[in-house]
Every structure is written in C-alpha cells, then in structure tokens.
C-alpha cells in the first residue's frame, strides 16, 4: 500500500522559510511526477510546483518562481520544497502528490490539476504571518 508522509509544515513569520519533505512508502513503485498542490479556506487548489522523477527541470507556478524550490532525491524517493521569503499569501494547506503514469494532463501541465495524481498526502499546514 503506498502512502506519502508530508512533513515539514509550520509556522513562520513573513519573510522566513520552510521546508517540506514528502517521502513514498510502502511500495518501490517509482513514481513518474510528484508535486505540491496547497489550498487555502476560501480559495481553489492551486498547484505550487511538480517535478518528473525521470529528469528535466521542475516546474513551478508563477506564484513562487523565485521563491521556491524543488528537488528529488531518488535515493529515498523524497521529494522536497524549500521555500524562501514567505508571504501570508502562501498560507495554506499543503499536499503531496504523485502519479505512477501520468495522464495527458499531468505529463503536459502538471501543476494545472490534482485530480490527475493517483497519490495523495494528508496535507501539512502552513501559517505565515
């Protein structure tokens, strides 16, 4: 049974960083794109930034470009955002996804929906203030 276990969530005042990490287990399925998707009360699900676990750059809404970074290790299969100069508009509930084959949508536009990811965390919160 393949689970991802988000960690790394907080509380932070604007202008300081986080990271979050999120790490598969249960299964050496590897996963063709992991992402973090956050939602905020009030707001639509917004995808932050994705990476295929295959190689090639990832990607990364406008939103935080500059700001934030991604990065796999395929050692133990962790995906992890490090997250600089925090806002409180990036105040939300983050989640970890994955998708073992992608479809259309997720191969193409990875941060454009969720629903496309097979795999989903159980959210960690984070508050800036």
């Known amino acids: 049974h393949v689970q991802l276990e988000e960690s790394g969530g907080g509380s932070v005042q604007a202008g300081g960083s986080l990271r979050l990490s999120c790490e598969r287990s249960?299964?050496?399925?590897?996963?063709?794109?992991m992402a973090w998707f956050r939602q905020a009360p009030g707001k639509e699900r917004e995808g932050v930034a994705a990476?295929?676990?295959?190689?090639?750059?990832?990607v990364y809404a406008d939103s935080v470009k500059g700001r934030f970074a991604l990065s796999y290790d395929k050692s133990t299969n962790t995906v992890r955002l490090q997250m600089y100069n925090l806002s409180p508009e990036d105040t939300a509930m983050y989640y970890c996804?994955?998708?073992?084959?992608?479809?259309?949508?997720?191969?193409?536009?990875?941060?454009?929906?969720?629903?496309?990811?097979?795999?989903w965390g159980q959210g960690t919160q984070v508050t800036v203030s």
């Open positions: 249960g299964s050496n399925a590897r996963f063709n794109t």
């Open positions: 990476i295929f676990t295959g190689g090639g750059a990832p």
């Open positions: 996804v994955a998708a073992l084959r992608p479809d259309y949508v997720v191969a193409n536009k990875p941060l454009a929906r969720a629903r496309g990811y097979n795999y």
